[in-house]
């Protein structure tokens, strides 16, 4: 199994950026897929989260107004879309899997590897 994030980059505050996650070996449909995010020095936060069918997709509500989660199955693959950047956003963005749950770490059973995000002012 392996999930696999990439798309991070530097950006200027106020631009846009998406980062992506491709599942192999298992079937997104089957899993609650979430980003997490850790900043320097930071402990790693919740930052969304969407069911298999996308029907209870959750952002954390300082990020609600800029940060959106989407998923297509078919493709295997979860998007973040960011909009709006900020420097308090720059950290490394991280995809998991969770059987259930998906609104902590414990629940994630399978995590990719982070891309960095890097927002300048």
């Known amino acids: 199994v392996q999930l696999q994030a990439f798309g991070g980059g530097l950006v200027q505050a106020g631009g846009y950026l998406r980062v992506s996650c491709v599942a192999s070996?298992?079937?997104?449909?089957?899993?609650?897929m979430g980003w997490f995010r850790q900043g320097p020095g930071k402990e790693r936060e919740f930052v969304a989260a969407?069911?298999?069918?996308?029907?209870?997709?959750h952002v954390v509500d300082f990020l609600k107004d800029r940060f959106t989660i989407s998923r297509d199955n078919a493709k295997n693959t979860v998007y973040l879309q960011m909009h709006s950047l900020k420097p308090e956003d720059t950290a490394a963005y991280y995809c998991?899997?969770?059987?259930?749950?998906?609104?902590?770490?414990?629940?994630?059973?399978?995590w990719g590897q982070g891309t960095e995000v890097t927002v300048s002012s």
């Open positions: 969407a069911s298999w069918s996308a029907s209870a997709a």
């Open positions: 070996g298992i079937s997104l449909s089957d899993y609650v």
């Open positions: 998991g899997a969770a059987a259930s749950g998906g609104w902590v770490e414990d629940d994630y059973k399978y």
